[in-house]
């Protein structure tokens, strides 16, 4: 599996450096250039989680790393961060089954732990120590309330990582799946079991046990047992007759579509405006639609359509 990338045993820093396209000086002092301005990233705040945004030399060279990484074989169970797989190739999978385990891994991301990041270069990609720990440092952030580093949300390459890292224990909530007859799906820190049969409430202990000893533990509020009717799997609804795009989706397109006709009406928009509030109305057809193409939404085309033509804007 780890053998098929080209990093496998890199132990080369020269090599390193031509790969991510970072200077060879910087990154034989990278542990302190990284508690620079230069490196260090910016958090940005919103109600549901913390993102950091590296600085464009850093986001490129992890952006080189990540296609770097893309050459492992994944498993077929994993639909984050996957190329060619989405949130809904994740929940269609379950679509046969009738009674579902979802689960939510709490604060899944800050939980992360450098140890298992540098346990994955050093000893499954067989890389030297300083490449190995050269890598830590570049994919990792160090923990604002406690002594570590971890794989921060917002970095190119924290998506693969966390699974690479973890490969282990992804390995395991595969054969926990397989041997209790169900179908195992994750998505970042969703995971998902669902079976055609009664899933027993012991399961979800278990599952707890296995994640802990990783150091992570179940979201007590996200993690649920469903029997279908209409379950949310990563945002997309799994029911009898197939899939069906949340409702809260269908509430945002007539929020935008009103406040887009509001606006119009009570003052006067600059064409750069209306072309960003035309552009979320389409965002959220396209993403209603990926889920159910059959979805009419023709309504908010023509508005689209007629708002381009009255006043004069055009976007791709």
């Not at 917002?154 to 799946?177: H, I, N, R």
Request: with cysteine; charged share 25%; net charge positive.
């Amino acid at each position: 599996m780890f053998r098929e990338s080209f990093l496998y045993e890199l132990s080369n820093k020269k090599f390193l450096s031509e790969i991510i396209q970072v200077d060879l000086s910087v990154l034989k002092n990278l542990e302190d250039l990284l508690e620079t301005e230069k490196w260090k990233p910016y958090k940005l705040e919103n109600k549901k989680r913390d993102l950091y945004n590296p600085t464009v030399q850093h986001k490129r060279a992890l952006k080189r790393l990540v296609r770097s990484l893309y050459s492992i074989t994944y498993p077929t169970y994993l639909y984050g961060g996957i190329k060619n797989k989405s949130y809904i190739d994740n929940a269609a999978i379950h679509k046969n089954n009738k009674y579902f385990l979802i689960a939510d891994i709490e604060k899944f991301f800050p939980s992360t732990h450098e140890s298992y990041v540098y346990d994955f270069f050093r000893n499954k990609m067989q890389m030297s120590i300083d490449i190995s720990r050269i890598l830590t440092l570049l994919v990792t952030y160090q923990h604002e309330e406690d002594s570590y580093r971890y794989l921060p949300q917002g970095f190119p390459t924290s998506p693969l990582l966390s699974f690479l890292a973890y490969s282990d224990m992804f390995k395991e909530l595969e054969q926990f799946a397989e041997t209790n007859n169900l179908v195992f799906s994750a998505y970042y820190d969703d995971l998902t079991f669902s079976s055609a049969s009664f899933i027993s409430k012991h399961l979800k202990r278990e599952l707890a046990l296995i994640l802990r000893r990783y150091g992570f533990n179940l979201s007590t509020e996200k993690t649920r047992f469903q029997k279908r009717k209409a379950n949310n799997i990563t945002g997309v609804i799994v029911t009898k007759d197939g899939l069906k795009s949340p409702y809260k989706l269908t509430k945002k397109l007539m929020r935008l579509s009103s406040d887009l006709d509001n606006n119009l009406k009570n003052s006067s928009l600059t064409k750069e405006e209306i072309i960003v509030q035309l552009r979320r109305i389409r965002g959220c057809i396209i993403a209603i639609q990926s889920v159910d193409p059959s979805r009419n939404l023709q309504v908010y085309e023509k508005q689209i359509n007629e708002v381009k033509r009255v006043h004069d804007v055009t976007f791709s």
